[in-house]
């Protein structure tokens, strides 16, 4: 991991971990200390990282509502507005879209082909050679 206030490689891993239980890090250059999420989007967040990914996508697989989202996970003892599910749409989308378009980059060609087909109705037959 590198530092993300100077980008030098020369950065140790301390012994203590964050409240949400994310690694942290000192650069041995600068004297920055930082962790696992300080250079994301979801830096300033207090919900972790894997539930928030978790609301996106079911938002985003499952075409759920703003407001299911919120109910779905107080069952499971964790509180948000449906405001907060928006701002981390808004802040995740761009990344996961960056992701997916250098993931599909290569795999398809250049051209596409498609065979024509003609719906044709039952009095009429095919111009083969035995018709």
Known sequence: MDCVGCGSAAVS?????????YR????RACGK??????AGSL???QYPSDVIALVVLWRLRYKLALRD???MFLIR???????????WEAKLMPALAENLRRRRRGKAGQSWYVDESVPRT???QWE????
């Open 13 to 21: 891993e301390r012994s203590e971990r964050t409240a949400h239980g």
């Open 24 to 27: 942290r890090f000192r650069c």
């Open 33 to 38: 200390q930082f962790n696992e999420r300080s």
């Open 43 to 45: 830096n300033r967040s």
């Open 69 to 71: 989202l919120p109910k």
């Open 77 to 87: 003892g964790i509180v948000f507005s449906h405001e907060a599910v928006r701002d």
């Open 122 to 124: 039952h009095d009429q």
């Open 128 to 131: 083969c050679g035995a018709g």
